[in-house]
């Protein structure tokens, strides 16, 4: 057969150990500062920060679409254009991720609320290895200088850590950076053609 590669891209995985202590302490000397320093923020005007968890199938449709948009806009924002009707359509109702979202007993949503709002969510399935997959993670820009990001990995890691055995958060697509300041190790994902 001819085996092509089409494409690979990297992604980012976390792995952490059973204590939050360490797993902080493992973190680079920046990174620790940058983290206390987005958790002072949130406290010096009270924003009142709080991590919902779902486990199982997606059943609230009005938050389904609230992380939706706050996807459909970073996803805007990242290809520098004005947000529109049509890709919100595309990802809340006909997107497959969305349907695994509402129907599979291993889908975990992670959303980090400052202000009572969404501020960032990341939404995956749990694989036989003790980590979730997040194909899904975007930040809602409007509270970009909470790093929202850090936030959420920092609880959902505090969460895992006391409510469960799983011990790795692949973050998928992207090398951003707070993914790495987070403790995030780079790993590759390809894509191959088969042609019989």
């Given amino acids: ?10 992604c980012v995985k976390i792995i952490f150990p059973d204590e939050y202590e360490p797993y902080f302490q493992g973190l680079s000397r920046n ?8 958790y002072n923020k949130v406290k010096k005007i009270n924003a009142e920060m709080h991590l919902k968890v779902i486990h199982g199938p997606f059943g609230d449709k009005k938050f389904l679409s609230d992380i939706m948009r706050i996807y459909t806009k970073r996803e805007s924002e990242r290809k520098q254009r004005k947000m529109d009707f049509f890709p919100f359509i595309k990802h809340r109702y006909f997107s497959p991720l969305t349907w695994a979202m509402k129907n599979m007993d291993s ?6 609320f400052l202000q009572h709002c969404p501020a960032a969510f990341m939404s995956g399935f749990l694989t036989n290895f003790n980590e979730i997959v997040f194909p899904i993670v ?21 969460y895992l850590q006391k409510n469960s055995q799983i011990r ?12 790495l300041e987070m403790g995030g190790e780079k790993h590759y994902n390809y894509r191959f053609f088969l042609q019989f």
């Fill in 168 to 179: 790795g958060l692949d973050l998928s697509r992207g090398d951003e950076r707070y993914k």
């Fill in 31 to 38: 990174s620790k500062s940058n983290l206390h320093k987005a």
């Fill in 138 to 158: 975007a930040m809602d820009s409007s509270f970009s200088h909470y790093a929202p990001g850090k936030l959420m990995i920092s609880e959902s890691i505090k």
């Fill in 1 to 10: 057969y001819n085996l092509k590669k089409e494409m690979d891209r990297v």
């Fill in 107 to 112: 889908h975990y949503t992670f959303c980090l």
